[in-house]
């Protein structure tokens, strides 16, 4: 009698043991996947910023009399489509990811073509609003780059995590996936070419 309820005894504590050890693993899964949506919601929210200044750059631009209307078309449909593309920060898979990044990518080549045509319009370039404006699109370049390098941190952090033994036992058992990463834009590896 008094060896069975040893062995009872045993059992239990080494059930209590492991589930508290499933609890820890949960969370810190949670905790980890947490840190990588508030990290998107930074990513967004710089996005968000840029596309914001678009309106007033555009407006500002249009006051330029025979400005090329095709290239500022181009912008405002541009930001359209970036501003559309919206993940759930549950669903960031490559696929999702890739989408974003694509529309985004649109935007910023949009944006770069309208620069390019500002330069033909130096009275445009005078003008104290659209230096403003051309910083801040500036600065919100720079924290897009931040933001995104942040994100895949907190992403790897997490990726990490759930691929070790044993996370990646309770990662299945409760639906834990793999975060996708920002990647390079194709043909960023090469420089771009300068001419005098």
């Not at 631009?61 to 919206?86: C, D, M, W, Y």
């Not at 033994?165 to 194709?186: L, S």
Request: charged share 20%; no cysteine; proline share 3%.
């Amino acid at each position: 009698m008094k060896r069975g309820m040893l062995i009872l005894v045993a059992i239990i504590v080494v059930i209590v043991i492991v589930i508290m050890w499933g609890v820890r693993i949960y969370n810190n899964l949670v905790s980890k996947e947490e840190a990588v949506n508030r990290q998107w919601a930074n990513v967004e929210n710089v996005y968000q910023r840029r596309a914001d200044l678009i309106p007033n750059l555009v407006n500002t631009v249009k006051g330029v009399a025979n400005f090329e209307q095709s290239t500022l078309t181009a912008v405002i449909e541009a930001r359209a489509k970036a501003t559309s593309v919206n993940i759930n920060p549950q669903n960031l898979n490559a696929e999702s990811l890739r989408q974003f990044q694509q529309a985004q990518d649109g935007l910023s080549s949009a944006l770069s073509r309208l620069m390019v045509v500002v330069e033909r319009y130096p009275e445009l370039k005078a003008t104290a609003n659209f230096m403003e404006l051309q910083a801040q699109l500036e600065g919100s370049e720079n924290r897009i780059t931040v933001e995104r390098r942040k994100f895949n941190e907190e992403a790897q952090a997490y990726n990490t995590y759930l691929r070790r033994f044993p996370a990646n036992i309770f990662a299945g058992m409760f639906g834990f996936d793999k975060k996708a990463y920002f990647e390079a834009t194709e043909g960023a590896e090469k420089a771009p070419t300068v001419e005098f």
